[in-house]
């Protein structure tokens, strides 16, 4: 690369030198100029010249990777909370992604009924697997559960009352709090009860010509222990029906399926709150059902026909990529057995302790040749459900764990790698969870390890 002589290159000279034009070729023109410019105009400003031709492309190549450079990417969750909001919840089976990406690239029968060539219905590609699963009268499905919620309000409960139990009151991460939900959507909150003890005639005493519905809130993130009472789901169903109302249950997390089959703890299934007299029942896409993001109300037909009347309806609707992901994730459904094998989520969280063990003592191999000097363990330890399931340390699983000083850099410089990888710091050193890393990762992750420049 020549050095100039003069005190800054011009830009068109710049622009002719081969290293220029090998950044138009990956970024164009514009950019590349933009970034040129931008690089003289920062050295002229603070009178930094002569400065070499080199090395004002080297910092424009450098502004212009850091431009393009994609900031949402793929990471390794080894947090050991498996669907971790803040990582994008549950990850999707690979047929979902691929239905997704193939509705968003191409023209579907998102609305056309090929029997008759006419006009068809969007929502009906989920709702009639979501009816056949759940047994429900009927289905729609919006942008996430607590679009699902303030649709519900708004619908059934705009300018009236909802009586709801101190105790569910709830907030869950991202800045879902029922009563301002409750706000947003027009309808009025009516707390009853307390936060530890919610009874039946709290309830009746709250019913009044101006309540709408009566709603119950699943507790997803926490628990209350001791001293406590609430109204059965069953019991709250009978009063409302006695009034003329419906009960709604925002369930949050929702599994479709009995996870005690698979040695998990039970979460309450839509079918569940069906069962118990609920009228409309809502729920994630993308929490224990493992699917996109989306929020499904299920329940009864002349409910949700009003709920798919109501203007707001059209401004939370799913796209077509969306609903060709949620489609194939409610298929798997079909076959329970093969459930814990096809959907990631469920293989992950019934994945065996010893199987991850063994993954565990593979990672643990490579990062003790990575860094020789730090004491590294297999350690037992334990994973979480995460996204509104109970934040008890319920599945047991096993971890690599690094110590030593530096920390904070340590755990930096994963984050660094070219598909970072994020661990948790407690106890005086690094925990990686190895139960979300599965044996397709796991080369990448090793050569990533064992490939990089150590620090
Ligand atoms: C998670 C959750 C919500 C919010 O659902 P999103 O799909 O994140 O919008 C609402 N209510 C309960 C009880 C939840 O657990």
């Known amino acids: 690369m020549p050095v100039t002589t003069s005190p800054l290159p011009s830009l068109d000279a710049l622009l002719r030198m081969p290293t220029a034009e090998t950044l138009i070729v990956r ?6 100029a933009a ?19 080199s090395e004002i492309l080297d910092a424009a190549a450098d502004a212009l990777a850091r431009r393009f450079a994609r900031t949402q990417r793929p990471v390794f969750n080894l947090t050991g909370t498996v669907l971790h909001t803040n990582l994008g919840r549950a990850p999707l089976p690979g047929a979902a992604a691929e239905a997704a990406a193939e509705a968003m690239s191409s023209a579907t029968t998102l609305e056309f009924d090929l029997a008759t060539g006419q006009r068809g219905e969007r929502d009906e590609h989920v709702a009639r697997l979501l009816r056949d699963i759940t047994g ?48 947003r959507a027009g309808a009025v909150l009516r707390e009853v009860g307390t936060t530890n003890r919610t ?26 222990q001791g001293f406590v009472a609430a109204v059965p789901a069953t019991e709250l169903a009978e009063m409302a029906h006695a009034a003329g109302l419906p009960l709604v249950e925002d369930l949050g997390s929702g599994s479709l399926v ?29 929490k224990l059902l493992g699917g996109p993001q989306a929020g499904l109300v299920v329940g009864r037909a002349d409910l949700i026909t009003q709920l798919n009347r109501n203007p707001l309806k059209r401004a939370l609707r799913l ?24 959907l990631p989520t469920l293989r992950l969280l019934s994945r065996s302790a010893e ?23 297999v350690e037992p330890c334990r994973s979480q459900i995460g996204s509104g399931s109970l934040p008890v340390d319920l599945l047991p699983s096993f971890a690599v764990t690094v110590g030593g000083g530096g920390l904070e850099r340590l755990a930096g410089w994963l984050r660094a790698l070219e598909r970072p990888v994020i661990g948790r710091i407690g106890e005086g050193r ?24 150590d620090k």
């Open 258 to 286: 009995d996870l005690g089959a698979w040695g998990l703890p039970h979460e309450r299934t839509p079918q569940d709150s069906l069962q118990a007299g609920a009228d409309l029942v809502s729920f994630s896409g993308d």
């Open 35 to 53: 970034a040129l410019r931008a690089e003289l105009g920062a050295r002229r400003s603070v009178r930094a010249f002569p400065a070499a031709a």
């Open 27 to 32: 970024f164009g023109r514009t950019a590349t």
């Open 199 to 224: 009874h039946a005639r709290d309830f009746g005493d709250a019913i009044g010509p101006q309540t709408a519905l009566l709603m119950r809130v699943h507790q997803a993130n926490f628990a209350i």
């Open 319 to 342: 796209d077509k990529g969306r609903l060709a992901a949620l489609e194939r994730v409610l298929l798997l459904y079909l076959s329970p057995e093969r459930l814990a094998e096809q």
């Open 136 to 183: 429900a009268e009927a289905a729609t499905v919006v942008n996430n559960n607590a679009a699902a919620v303030l649709l519900i309000l708004n619908t059934i409960a705009l300018g009236r009352e909802v009586p709801v139990s101190r105790g569910e009151l709830i907030e869950i991460g991202g800045a879902f709090r029922i009563p301002d939900i409750m706000a």
């Open 430 to 453: 690094l925990w990686l969870d190895c139960r979300c890393l599965e044996a397709a990762d796991e080369d990448l992750l090793i050569a990533q390890l064992g490939g990089s420049a």
């Open 355 to 377: 199987e991850i063990r063994q993954t565990a003592v593979r990672l643990a191999a490579v990062c003790r040749a990575r860094w020789p000097a730090r004491p590294i363990a």
